[in-house]
């Protein structure tokens, strides 16, 4: 029964990782979805096309800078924390940093927070992302990146 079992163990852990490798951003679709993924193949060091992953998330970057839910849509902060921390995984870098950095800095209110894009009102969500995203900009640009 013992041995049984751990067959069946080894068969689902085989096809989970086969799963797992045989993913693609496209498949996945959105930036956070691509981003939990790039960061929990890179913790479990399981192979996967990075190059892939890389291309797509500089390919959703907007031209003011930042990222949306998808390729083509709406820039917002949450999303870029996504977009940055995947790119940081993978050790590369958004296409327009300059703009990334002058987007997240038009979504700083007069109260002294962030809000989720500019004008927008600011909360401690949104302040926390954009904190942390100049921070790996920041990351990226000490690395050379």
Aim: aromatic share 12%.
């Amino acid at each position: 029964m013992i041995k049984e079992l751990l067959k069946m163990g080894i068969e689902l852990n085989q096809k989970v990782i086969g799963f797992l490798t045989g993913v693609t951003p496209e498949k996945l679709g959105y930036i956070s979805e691509c981003a939990q993924y790039v960061i929990t193949m890179n913790k479990l060091r399981l192979p996967f096309v990075k190059e892939r992953f890389i291309q797509w998330v500089r390919d959703a970057q907007n031209p003011d800078g930042c990222f949306g839910f998808t390729l083509k849509t709406t820039s917002f902060l949450e999303n870029t924390y996504h977009a940055l921390r995947a790119l940081k995984v993978l050790g590369s870098k958004p296409r327009n940093m300059e703009n990334c950095e002058r987007f997240i800095y038009s979504c700083l209110t007069k109260s002294g927070g962030f809000g989720r894009q500019s004008n927008t009102v600011p909360t401690l969500e949104y302040s926390y992302y954009a904190i942390v995203n100049l921070k790996i900009l920041d990351e990226m640009k000490k690395k050379g990146l």
